[in-house]
Nanobody
């Protein structure tokens, strides 16, 4: 049974940091591209950042470049999202996702999804 379990969300003041974790099970983690998506109230879910199977390649949406860092530990079947300098517009439910495709960005390539974790940034 495939599971992606996110943790680390919460309430933080603008400018503060937060670190999300996503623990994977039920599939060969090291063979999957992993990514974080987010969905704000009233908006569509959007790609935030993705990482290749080895961790060598990463792709960030422009609005988080320089503030967010994705990493993965294939020995622990876990992907992380370090978020610094958070802004109110980063407020959303953050989802971890896995894809067997080499394409990092395309949402339709991701077939494994976590339940999401709420991140709220207060101004």
């Amino acid at each position: 049974q495939v599971q992606l379990v996110e943790s680390g969300g919460g309430l933080v003041q603008a400018g503060g940091p937060l670190r999300l974790s996503c623990a994977a099970s039920g599939f060969t983690f090291s063979s999957y591209t992993m990514a974080w998506f987010r969905q704000a109230p009233g908006k569509e879910r959007e790609f935030v950042v993705g990482i290749s199977r080895s961790g060598e390649n990463k792709f960030y949406r422009n609005s988080v470049k320089g503030r967010f860092t994705i990493s993965r530990d294939n020995a622990k079947n876990t992907v992380y999202l370090q978020m610094n300098s958070l802004k109110p517009e980063d407020t959303a439910v953050y989802y971890c996702a896995g894809s067997s495709s080499w394409n990092i960005v395309l949402q339709r390539e991701y077939h494994y999804w976590g339940q999401g974790t709420q991140v709220t940034v207060s101004s």
